[in-house]
């Protein structure tokens, strides 16, 4: 067994440890399992970001001073570079998203905070253009991501500490690596880590066409496994159906339609679900409850309507319901040690974008200077595509 090889399985049998299935992850959907050397290239992936220009010394950033309306208080400046340290690389970014997490830090309401200023953006993929003498981790050539959240990612370049990056492959599209470290990881985990789930097993999720969600979709359909999907009503419903459906949803459902009675028709066709997936809290958390199987699971990770969420003590005497919560930025944070963990689950996402099975989210890319309408458009509802700022 070669090196690599053996540094694989290690890899894997040490992360299989921390799913929900006793210490194995569900794998036996063979659509799940590498197809070694198949590469789907999507969006602009062939393009070679290698700088071979003049010397990047300087950068233009999206910074914010202040909390508040990200419309009002985020600037584009342009500044200096640091010196390259012993232990940093120069980082020329590629693309960054606009996630609502970013929105929230700016207006001062997610639960960590950068010091002021601070430049937005938690997520993105960028290239490394050179590294100081003791760098160990990246090279010149190589795609990283932040390894945590609030690195700043709306920007041109960095001089960024080796530690605070993460190397993803490149043979991927840009848009996926943008968008790889934090939507599907949190869908990954959710599917792993908290019921053990088999082929033919049912996840039932509120806000499906979140990033969230388009991940949850595709991870679950590699796995054998059915999803019920909750969207807002809105006038192109069907056409958002149609692009759930063709990512391989199994059921796309309306809010409305979730109250209603018929919804026990899909539980003809299908269990009910042992998981429940909640990005909006309020009712819609509730009506998810609702319909999970005995001793089934509801994860909550975002609550985008602001509200609380309500748990019928029905649901609890009577069901057992687990109510549980994840935020992928403290599973990384937990795992810091355990690097395996966190390379095998990017392997993984990596191989399923590979084999055209997990796409990057429907997206709008916008360049840097009109990044007023991607903020506004980033906050408004029904608009189904994630703004990605493209350097
Ligand atoms: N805990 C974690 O580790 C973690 C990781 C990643 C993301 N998140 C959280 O997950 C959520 C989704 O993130 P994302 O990047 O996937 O989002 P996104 O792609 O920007 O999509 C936002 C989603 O929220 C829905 N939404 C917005 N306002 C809503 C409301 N008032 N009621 C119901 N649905 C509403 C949107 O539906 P419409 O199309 O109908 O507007 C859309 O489905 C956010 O809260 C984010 O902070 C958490």
């Not at 993984?348 to 840097?368: F, Q, W, Y």
Request: hydrophobic fraction near 40%.
């Amino acid at each position: 067994m070669g090196v690599w090889r053996l540094a694989r399985v290690l890899s894997r049998a040490l992360s299989l440890k921390k799913s929900a299935c006793g210490g194995a992850l569900v794998t036996t959907s063979p659509s799940w399992v590498l197809s070694s050397g198949t590469t789907v290239l999507q969006g602009n992936t062939s393009r070679s970001y290698f700088s071979t220009g003049p010397p990047v010394t300087e950068s233009t950033e999206l910074v914010y001073r202040s909390h508040g309306d990200p419309s009002q208080v985020v600037q584009l400046d342009t500044r200096k570079l640091p010196e390259l340290e012993a232990k940093s690389a120069l980082v020329k970014m590629l693309a960054a998203p606009i996630n609502p997490s970013d929105i929230n830090m700016i207006q001062g309401t997610y639960a960590i905070l950068p010091d002021l200023p601070a430049v937005g953006g938690n997520e993105g993929v960028g290239q490394v253009l050179e590294v100081g003498s003791q760098v160990q981790t990246v090279k010149v050539g190589d795609w990283v991501i932040p390894r945590d959240a609030g690195l700043g990612t709306w920007r041109t370049a960095a001089v960024f500490s080796e530690d605070d990056l993460v190397t993803v492959p490149s043979d991927i599209s840009i848009l996926s690596a943008a968008t790889l470290g934090v939507n599907p990881c949190t869908a990954f985990r959710m599917l792993s880590d908290f019921e053990c789930l088999m082929p033919g097993d049912t996840v039932i999720q509120n806000a499906a066409n979140s990033g969230v969600g388009q991940a949850v979709i595709q991870i679950a359909a590699a796995k054998g496994v059915h999803t019920i999907n909750v969207v807002r009503d809105r006038p192109d419903l069907q056409q958002l159906t149609d692009r759930l459906r063709a990512m391989g949803a199994t059921y796309v459902i309306t809010e409305e339609m979730l109250r209603k009675p018929e919804i026990k028709d899909i539980f003809k066709a299908c269990p009910r679900p042992k998981l429940a997936l909640n990005g909006v809290g309020g009712k819609s958390a509730t009506e998810l409850l609702r319909h999970l199987q005995t001793g089934g699971t509801m994860v909550t990770y975002g609550g985008m309507a602001k509200q609380p969420v309500t748990v019928p003590v029905s649901a609890l005497i009577f069901k057992d319901v687990k109510v549980r919560g994840f935020w992928v930025t403290q599973w990384k944070r937990d795992n810091k040690q355990n690097e395996e963990a966190l390379r095998f689950m990017l392997e993984e996402l990596s191989t399923l974008i590979r084999a055209g099975k997990l796409s990057a989210p429907s997206c709008t890319e916008v360049e840097m200077k009109d990044f007023h309408k991607a903020l506004d458009n980033a906050m408004k509802p029904y608009i189904s595509s994630k703004q990605i700022l493209v350097m």
